[in-house]
């Protein structure tokens, strides 16, 4: 296992408020497993089999069984991982019981919607029909399902709570993401309320780690790493005014099982850490003082044609509070998540 994930998976199996032994012998559903936020669930779930004894029989969900060989390595062919190669949005079957389906199957990188709106629509809905529906016929007793920020739209406030909702032109090409993530979490809601099925939703932040896809994710968190890694500079394609909330993968996945196990049924949480809010100008600047070894520079370029920027630059701070009251506590700045993040790939690479 990569050295930072394992440090990142000890620290939260000791540091966290979480009662991990709720997840012993369970069987777990993740779908979109390959992907950086469900991957990193599933590391953690692999890590407590591996270090401590917990049985979870594990199915990743996942389009590409290359990817999830180079994902998962060995760990990918232990008894107690099954890796299920099926599309989310077509009609599936899995074996056994189901405890817990996490739902995290979805086109996230924004170059996807202006070429593929479609294929960006269609698992946050039809994908979410069919795990709500197996979770239902299984008698799951959770389910999570991951939203996006994206879901607030524009909106004049200051802090944003989980029962806000703002401006979202559903004529708009590039609403193909935050409306199908709205009709999602209205399915979510739906089946809590007219089958008894606790499910629960994850808003999460523009979220980075040791799993990013750096080949195809193409947002600028990513580009960053890659900058960083390949001794180039840091290159964006605005002006760098546009502010984003942004939260590393060992605070992300602390917030997503707590809301998993402890979250209320039909209920929407926001995972980020306020902390970390910052325009894409000052994350440039933040890497380059954090990595003065690198002697890193700010250069600027145009995006391609097929990119639709989001219209909403300044977001307001997401607030997290109503996930603290159930005992979640952000930790990790963004210059140690960052610092972790280029780290764990260079690891990689060696």
């Not at 979805?106 to 593929?116: A, E, V």
């Amino acid at each position: 296992m990569n050295q930072i994930i394992l440090k990142d998976c000890e620290a939260l199996y000791k540091e966290s408020a979480i009662d991990w032994t709720r997840l012993k012998d369970a069987s777990i559903l993740v779908t979109g497993a390959n992907g950086m936020l469900p991957a990193y669930m599933v590391w953690m779930m692999v890590y407590l089999n591996e270090y401590r004894g917990y049985h979870i029989r594990i199915t990743a969900l996942c389009r590409d069984a290359k990817r999830a060989s180079v994902v998962f390595g060995k760990y990918a062919e232990k008894d107690y991982f099954e890796l299920l190669v099926t599309d989310v949005t077509e009609p599936f079957r899995v074996k056994g019981a189901v405890d817990y389906v996490i739902h995290a199957a979805s086109i996230s990188c924004s170059q996807y919607f202006g070429t593929n709106p479609v294929g960006v629509i269609m698992p946050n809905v039809q994908g979410t029909f069919y795990t709500l529906e197996l979770a239902r016929e299984k008698g799951a007793k959770g389910y999570l399902y991951f939203s996006s920020s994206e879901i607030y739209g524009k909106i004049d406030k200051e802090f944003i709570e989980e029962t806000d909702c703002g401006y979202l032109d559903p004529m708009e090409l590039r609403s193909c993401y935050g409306e199908s993530k709205r009709l999602g979490e209205n399915l979510c809601k739906a089946y809590s309320h007219q089958y008894g099925l606790r499910t629960v939703v994850v808003r999460p932040a523009q979220t980075f780690g040791p799993t990013m896809n750096l080949e195809k994710d193409k947002r600028v968190h990513s580009g960053f790493v890659s900058n960083i890694l390949n001794h180039e500079a840091l290159l964006l394609k605005s002006d760098g005014l546009s502010s984003r909330n942004f939260c590393y993968l060992y605070d992300g996945v602390f917030g997503y099982f707590k809301a998993l196990l402890d979250g209320e049924a039909g209920e929407a949480y926001n995972v980020s850490n306020p902390a970390c809010k910052i325009t894409i100008r000052g994350l440039a600047e933040t890497l380059v003082k954090a990595f003065p070894e690198r002697e890193l520079k700010i250069a600027y370029a145009s995006h391609d044609n097929v990119y639709l920027e989001n219209p909403y630059k300044k977001q307001s701070t997401i607030s997290v509070d109503k996930l603290k009251a159930l005992g979640f506590t952000p930790r990790i700045s963004l210059e140690e998540g960052f610092r972790r993040t280029v780290e764990s790939f260079m690891e990689e690479r060696q």
